[in-house]
């Protein structure tokens, strides 16, 4: 099977942060600003993270895989582990 191709136009749209999240700029910003509130021009000037809904449809756009957290252990492990930590200190 071929490599998947990076879609260009989404690769330019869109950065990558460290932490795996999508980062997008805002759209509306290059003309007609006049009409615009200062609220609405400050809050364009920035980067804005992409929400979690969109970023597994963008990440197969860009080749970035979107892995779901990894799960965390539940109380009863959490118990379990410590208990056998404490009768591995008395064994000593």
Not at 33 to 48: E, G, L
Not at 73 to 88: G, L
């Amino acid at each position: 099977m071929p490599k998947m191709k990076t879609h260009k136009g989404a690769a330019k749209r869109f950065k990558v942060t460290k932490k795996g999240k999508i980062k997008h700029y805002n759209a509306g910003h290059s003309h007609l600003m006049s009409t615009k509130s200062a609220k609405r021009k400050r809050k364009k000037r920035h980067a804005t993270v992409l929400s979690s809904s969109m970023s597994g449809n963008i990440g197969l756009l860009i080749g970035v895989r979107t892995k779901p957290p990894a799960p965390t252990p539940s109380q009863a492990q959490i118990r379990a582990a410590e208990e056998a930590a404490k009768k591995a200190e008395q064994g000593k």
